[in-house]
């Protein structure tokens, strides 16, 4: 497969994956005494628009890449 063509497909998914789950959560330590630690989640939300637009472009150069291969 071509480079385009791969980098469309991770561009599918992952545009799909953020859709789906509304975006990201990253862990950080907030407090840390001894053993004793605690950590929160934060959740970063992405736009759906934004998802749909990494989709989008994955398709074209899905599409693109399988137009020059024929």
């Known amino acids: 497969m071509r480079g385009s063509v791969m980098l469309g497909i991770a561009l599918i998914v992952v545009g799909a994956a953020v859709y789906f789950r509304g ?4 862990k950080r330590e907030v407090l840390k005494v001894g053993d ?3 950590s929160a989640e934060e ?3 992405i736009a759906p628009w934004a998802a749909g637009l990494a989709v989008v472009a994955g398709i074209a150069l899905v599409a693109t890449g399988a137009r020059r291969k024929a």
């Open 23 to 26: 975006g990201f959560t990253t």
């Open 36 to 38: 004793l630690s605690v």
């Open 43 to 45: 959740r970063n939300p």
